[in-house]
Antibody
C-alpha cells in the first residue's frame, strides 16, 4: 500500500522559508516511473499545482511560483522536499504531496498539512 | 496560467445523472489527452476518479465517466448517490506542468 506523509512546521513567519518533507512508503522514489509533486489548497478554495520532480532530477515548476520554489529528492530516505521562500499570508494553505503517473494522474496523496503564515 | 473553468456548483437528486464541465484552451485540454478528475470530501485529500480523459482507476465506480470535446472536458456521474456529494476538480497537462480547475461543489438533493 502506497502512503505519503507530509511533515514540517505548521506556522511560518512572513518573509521566511516554508520547508516541507514528504515521506513515501510502499513505493520507491528511485524505481522510476513516477513523478512526485506538491499541490496546495487555500482555505475553501481550489487546488493549485506547485511543482513536480523526477528522481533523476527533472523538475517542473508552476510559473507563478517558480522564482520562490525549490523541490528536491533524497532517494536514500525515500522522501522529497519543498522549499518556498519569502512567504506571505497568501501562502497560507493546506499543502499536499502526491505521486504522479506521468504526466498528470495524481494517484496517491498525502493527508495534507496546514501551513499558516503569520507573525 | 489561469485555472481551468468549472461551474461553482451543480446539484441533482438521487438516481439522476449530472455532468460537470471543465473548460480550458487549445494549449491544454484541447491539445493533450491528459485530463484527470478528483473527488474531495470535506477535510479529506483528493481522490483520483478519472485519468487520461476516460480511464477509470481500479475500485472507482463505473457510475463515473469522462469525456472531452475540443477545449472542454466533462465528468458525468450517473445514478447519483448521497455519498457522491463532494467537491470535484479537473486537471490538465499543459506541456510544462499541470493546471487544476477551480472546483465544483456537487449537492445531492
Amino acid at each position: 500500500q502506497v502512503q505519503l506523509q507530509e511533515s514540517g512546521p505548521g506556522l511560518v513567519k512572513p518573509s521566511q522559508t516554508l520547508s516541507l518533507t514528504c515521506t513515501v512508503s510502499g513505493s520507491s522514489i528511485s524505481d522510476g516511473g513516477y513523478y512526485w509533486s506538491w499541490i496546495r489548497q487555500h482555505p475553501g478554495k481550489g487546488l493549485e499545482w506547485i511543482a513536480y520532480v523526477y528522481y533523476g532530477g527533472n523538475t517542473y515548476y508552476n510559473p507563478s511560483l517558480k522564482s520562490r520554489v525549490n523541490m528536491s529528492v533524497d532517494t536514500s530516505k525515500n522522501h522529497f522536499s519543498l522549499d518556498l521562500s519569502s512567504v506571505t499570508a497568501a501562502d497560507t494553505a493546506v499543502y499536499y504531496c502526491a505521486r504522479v503517473m506521468w504526466p498528470n494522474s495524481y494517484d496517491y496523496w498525502g493527508q495534507g498539512t496546514l501551513v499558516t503564515v503569520s507573525s | 496560467q489561469s485555472a481551468l473553468t468549472q461551474p461553482a456548483s451543480v446539484s441533482g437528486s438521487p438516481g439522476q445523472s449530472i455532468t460537470i464541465s471543465c473548460t480550458g484552451t487549445s494549449t491544454d485540454i484541447g491539445f493533450y489527452n491528459y485530463v484527470s478528475w478528483y473527488q474531495q470530501h470535506p477535510g479529506k485529500a483528493p481522490k483520483r476518479i478519472i485519468y487520461d480523459v476516460t480511464k477509470r482507476p481500479s475500485g472507482v465506480s463505473n457510475r463515473f465517466s469522462g469525456s472531452k470535446s475540443g477545449n472542454t472536458a466533462s465528468l458525468t456521474i450517473s445514478g447519483l448517490q448521497a455519498e457522491d456529494e463532494a467537491d470535484y476538480f479537473c486537471n490538465s497537462y499543459t506541456g510544462s506542468g499541470t493546471l487544476f480547475g477551480g472546483g465544483t461543489k456537487l449537492t445531492v438533493l
